[in-house]
């Protein structure tokens, strides 16, 4: 069993920064791809950020491009999620996601991909 615990959610201003954390269970962390995903009540899961499982892979959504980075420390098992110049419309939910069978270098971003889910950290960006 995996298990995703994400944290670093919280409120901040339009054009703060703030960084998710997302620590994972389990000894195999680094054979796992490891995604960002928010949603917003009402609306549909959205994809952010992914990271392949040796790190040399991202991909991005259009939407946070240059303003998003996604990192990861394998030794910790976690995945981070830094964000900078935040806006009122990243506010929502967060969740962390792990693909525990994907091994290229430009993982999924569709959340049907995703084996497993953290319970989420809310970011709420005021204007």
């Known amino acids: 069993q995996v298990q995703l615990v994400e944290s670093g959610g919280g409120l901040v201003q339009t054009g703060d920064s703030l960084r998710l954390s997302c620590t994972v269970s389990?000894?195999?962390?680094?054979?796992?791809?490891m995604a960002w995903f928010r949603q917003d009540p009402g609306k549909e899961r959205e994809f952010v950020a992914a990271?392949?499982?040796?790190?040399?892979?991202?991909v991005y959504a259009d939407s946070v491009k240059g303003r998003f980075t996604i990192s990861r420390d394998n030794a910790k098992n976690t995945v981070f999620l830094q964000m900078s110049s935040l806006k009122p419309e990243d506010t929502a939910i967060y969740y962390c996601?792990?693909?525990?069978?994907?091994?290229?270098?430009?993982?999924?971003?569709?959340?049907?991909?995703?084996?497993?889910w953290g319970q989420g950290t809310q970011v709420t960006v005021s204007s």
């Open positions: 389990g000894r195999t962390f680094l054979r796992y791809a």
């Open positions: 996601a792990t693909d525990v069978n994907y091994s290229g270098t430009s993982p999924p971003a569709r959340p049907g991909s995703y084996d497993y």
């Open positions: 990271i392949s499982r040796g790190g040399v892979g991202t």
